[in-house]
């Protein structure tokens, strides 16, 4: 019986992205069929055309992501250590909840405001900026559990045996809080990669990322180009969860 529930569970689970895999090779689908009956891969052909909006939407989501990941990441990193001591430790840990717990588009409205000001609104740049308003708090939250008594004495052994603060951090800190910042390299990466809300308003549909594209598409009542679209976005996280699950599954198994 659990074999059965774990095979139907898989296949539930399966079922949207193959499905959207076969949507985006298909010619058309005649209500009320469920199948289609011709395919074609001259969308997927298509994708690689420079001048094709998918693959530039896809470029930009990924300049978008690493640099919101890689940016959120290292600030965090700093920001979650100087808390770490601080007397006020917990008001400023909760604090960092307060845009994780706003909607992205009432959040995006409340700041867009400041970036029509600053002439950051419909730029990739301010793009950045507004992800950066949710993924650093996400980072800091995260990354303040590294920060444990263990690690206090590291660096106090350190200071001890002549090492500089300098030294400490690049030598000593960072080598063992590897493991914590590639997760939340991953995490934020993931955040900027799936990101709508903020996107769609401080971009004012100027800066059509990967998102953006697949809400276009389902607007436009286009699903084969939208289930496209899906199956681009989908590729990514898959490689980044294999590639994960060797570095910090496998390698420790063997």
């Known amino acids: ?11 539930l689970f399966v079922f949207p992205f193959l499905y959207a895999a076969l949507l985006s090779v298909s010619k058309n689908i005649q209500y009320p069929a469920l199948l289609p009956h011709d395919f074609s891969f001259s969308r997927w052909v298509a994708v690689f055309n ?18 919101v990941a890689s940016l959120s990441t290292t600030v965090g990193f700093i920001i979650s250590r100087a ?10 840990l909760y ?35 507004a992800q950066l308003f949710i993924s650093v708090p996400f980072s800091i939250i ?28 690049f030598k000593v800190l960072l080598p063992v809080a590897r493991p914590a ?11 900027s990669w799936f990101e709508y ?13 990967l ?11 286009n699903i084969y180009y939208a289930a496209l679209s899906s199956c681009i976005i989908i590729l990514p996280v898959a490689l980044l969860l294999l590639w994960a699950n060797k570095k910090f599954i496998v390698s420790k198994i063997y």
């Open 95 to 129: 604090s960092c909840y307060f845009p994780l717990a706003l909607s992205p588009v009432i959040f995006a409205s409340v700041i867009n405001f400041y970036f029509v000001y600053a002439g950051l609104s419909g730029t990739i740049a301010g793009v950045i900026l």
């Open 1 to 11: 019986m659990k074999k059965i529930i774990s095979i139907f569970a898989v296949i």
């Open 142 to 169: 995260l990354l303040n559990s590294f920060w444990t008594t263990q690690i206090a004495s590291l660096q106090n052994t350190s200071y001890t045996l002549g090492a500089g603060a300098q030294y400490t951090f």
């Open 50 to 67: 420079p001048n094709n909006g998918i693959a530039s939407g896809f470029f930009l989501s990924m300049i978008i992501a690493f640099s």
């Open 83 to 92: 808390i770490s001591s601080h007397r006020y430790k917990k008001i400023l």
């Open 197 to 209: 809300g903020l996107t769609s308003i401080t971009g004012v549909g100027k800066v059509q990322t």
């Open 211 to 221: 998102t953006l594209k697949v809400f276009q598409y389902i607007n436009e009542a």
């Open 181 to 191: 910042l590639m997760v939340c390299l991953f995490q934020t990466f993931l955040i």
